[in-house]
């Protein structure tokens, strides 16, 4: 979690993430999706631990996908390419419930603020501004983390 407030506040401030701090990110997430299957209820129910570690990485891929996807298509002017590796690497440390949830919260939140700078500091912002997604997406992963399957 250090790691990734260090990432949202290097973003918020220069609307970049750094590669080596989301690669760093990103490694930790896939070691932690083997940590969390290498327990004895993996070793007495395999099929189930496989199948929670295809749905981690999977759910990694696809948030990557849908993000690099609309970079490609915006040709980065809607979002950065970081935003992908974050979004990968929120999907393997969530997997698909928690991590759809933390991308729910960081599009609401986003919103939320995005609207109200635009109306609240009409000089500063206007709907052309680049705000940076990456604090929000830091922000749902932490929430929904915390939450966990409660909702």
């Known amino acids: 979690f250090s790691l990734l407030i260090v990432i949202a506040v290097y973003d918020l401030r220069h609307q970049i993430i750094p590669n080596g701090f989301v690669y760093a990110f990103i490694i930790l997430s896939l070691f932690a999706i083997f940590l969390e299957n290498c327990n004895l209820e993996f070793v007495w129910n395999l099929d189930f631990g496989i199948c929670n570690l295809l749905g981690r990485i999977l759910t990694g891929l696809i948030f990557f996908s849908f993000f690099g996807l609309v970079w490609l298509i915006s040709r980065g002017e809607a979002m950065g390419f970081g935003d992908a590796?974050?979004?990968?690497?929120?999907?393997?440390?969530?997997?698909?419930?928690?991590?759809?949830?933390?991308?729910?919260?960081?599009?609401?939140?986003?919103?939320?603020?995005?609207?109200?700078?635009?109306?609240?500091?009409?000089?500063?912002?206007?709907?052309?501004?680049?705000?940076?997604?990456?604090?929000?997406?830091?922000?749902?992963?932490?929430?929904a983390f915390f939450i966990n399957s409660s909702i």
Do not use: R, T
Not at 123 to 129: A, F, Q
């Open 85 to 143: 590796k974050l979004a990968l690497a929120i999907g393997w440390l969530l997997g698909p419930w928690q991590g759809f949830l933390a991308l729910l919260f960081s599009f609401c939140i986003g919103a939320i603020i995005g609207i109200s700078l635009v109306f609240l500091a009409k000089k500063k912002y206007n709907m052309k501004s680049k705000i940076p997604f990456g604090p929000f997406l830091v922000l749902g992963a932490l929430i």
